[in-house]
Structures are given as C-alpha cells and as structure tokens.
C-alpha cells in the first residue's frame, strides 16, 4: 500500500478482522468494497466498531481497509473494533492508555461452549427417567 500507517488483527468469538490504517479523511471500505452501512445492517453495531476513532478523535484522520470473516454480524463488528483499536496504538503509542481504559484493546474471549457426548447441546440433559 502506498500510505499505510498501521495494520493489525482483532478476534471475536470465531471471527477474524484485518485492518489497515491510512492517511485519509475517514472512509471505510470492508470486505471488497462494501461500506459499513451496507455490510453491518444495525447502527448500534457500526458505532461499536468504529468507536476507537470516537474515543480518540481520529474519525476523519484515516481511511480504514477491512477484512473480516468467520463469524457472525455481532463478532465480527467486536473483532473490528478489536483490530482497529491495536492498528491505532501501533500508530500512536500515547492513544493507548484512552483505548485501555475503555476496554478496546481487551481480547472478548467469551466462546460457544462446546456439545458434550451423551448430551443434546453444551449444558442441557436428557430427560432423566427413574424406571
């Protein structure tokens, strides 16, 4: 890339994001060329995501190259903020004590439970039966 500031890589659940920063004026572009609004259908989910620039004011400073896969809408808008969050200390080292304090840089490592043999799902039983 030509002007590439940072890259880094953020995960969630079971979803992987890439992404590299740029000098710009603040567009994104995710996942071969689809806008944020266009990819990730909730608002709520889009301000997640891209609430490291909010919390260091760096929203129209930098374009934004995405890629994101596994997963769901909701792990993989966590692993962008996850990933955008790392790209953005590796650029400023001084952003990184803000980004701490509200928990961006902190891995959610909250995963599916795996099925157990001899069981319908993770925790549930069958029924029990005494005769």
């Avoid at 995960?11 to 689809?34: E, F, H, P, Q």
């Avoid at 400073?61 to 995405?66: E, Y």
């Avoid at 952003?95 to 795996?114: N, V």
């Amino acid at each position: 890339m030509v002007n590439e500031i940072a890259a880094a890589t953020g995960r969630r659940k079971t979803a992987v994001a890439r992404v590299r920063l740029m000098s710009g004026d603040g567009k994104c572009v995710i996942n071969n060329n689809k806008q944020p609004a266009e990819y990730i259908p909730s608002e709520a989910l889009r301000n997640y995501m891209l609430q490291p620039l909010v919390i260091t004011n760096m929203v129209d400073k930098f374009d934004l190259v995405v890629s994101v896969k596994g997963g769901g809408v909701s792990g993989q808008a966590g692993a962008v903020r996850h990933a955008l969050s790392r790209a953005l200390v590796m650029s400023d080292a001084s952003l990184r004590e803000a980004l701490k304090k509200a928990g961006c840089l902190t891995r959610d490592s909250r995963m599916k439970e795996r099925k157990k043999p001899g069981q319908p799902g993770a925790r549930k039983r069958f029924q029990f039966s005494k005769r």
